[in-house]
């Protein structure tokens, strides 16, 4: 099925199945540098080195910052959007229809209050009870019907999980036991 948003505008993609977008969810700027709600940028800077992939663009009209390599015949887009979480799914829209891809290849990678800190669950249609990152990208594309990879950032004790409430708790910045379990799974 082609994506189609909620006013039914039809997307023409080509059917280019060597090409796939990997989408990193986060917020953009200092002070949210190292957040738990930053998991999928922090993936994304990880994968991109590790790939050795040119450094990441801003590309104002996708609203991202946006790299590329290729690998086994396949080309992969890297990107995070500058939207800021709550509005990703414009930029995830605009990307996929820019490159012509197609939503079988696209992949959001976001964090996850619902999986224990060092954890990963790789998913299709499916993801934590409540992400305002994910349901933007979902109005957008006008399905859940995509894959992610859901990074699991939930580290606080029962006791903790009264006082803080889970908002508060994914802008706050990783500790330095809890960026060791991240980057051991990265």
């Known amino acids: 099925m082609l994506v189609q948003n909620n006013e039914q505008e039809n997307f023409n993609f080509h059917v280019d199945d060597n090409k796939f977008l990997i989408i990193g969810l986060g917020n953009v700027g ?11 940028f922090l993936y994304l800077d990880m994968m991109q ?5 040119p450094d990441f663009r801003e590309d104002k009209k996708l609203h991202a910052l946006i ?11 890297l990107a995070k959007p ?3 979480m709550n509005a990703s799914g414009d930029s995830v829209k605009a990307i996929m229809k820019y490159y012509d891809i197609q939503i079988s ?3 959001i990678v976001h964090d996850d209050l619902d999986i224990e800190l060092g954890k990963v669950k790789e998913s299709f249609g499916k ?12 109005r957008s594309l006008g399905t859940s019907q995509f894959k992610r990879v859901r990074i699991g950032i939930e580290s606080r004790t029962q006791e903790e999980r009264k006082k803080w409430k889970g908002k508060d708790f994914v802008l706050g910045r990783f500790g330095k036991d809890e ?6 799974f990265f």
């Open 105 to 107: 290849n696209l992949t």
């Open 49 to 53: 080195k590790k790939e050795s992939a």
């Open 127 to 138: 993801g934590p009870k409540e992400h305002n990152g994910i349901a933007s990208v979902e």
């Open 82 to 84: 500058t939207t800021y």
């Open 179 to 184: 960026m060791e379990k991240i980057k051991n």
């Open 67 to 77: 790299t590329s390599f290729k690998k086994k015949g396949n080309k992969y887009f």
């Open 30 to 40: 200092k002070d949210y540098e190292n957040t738990r709600h930053n998991a999928g």
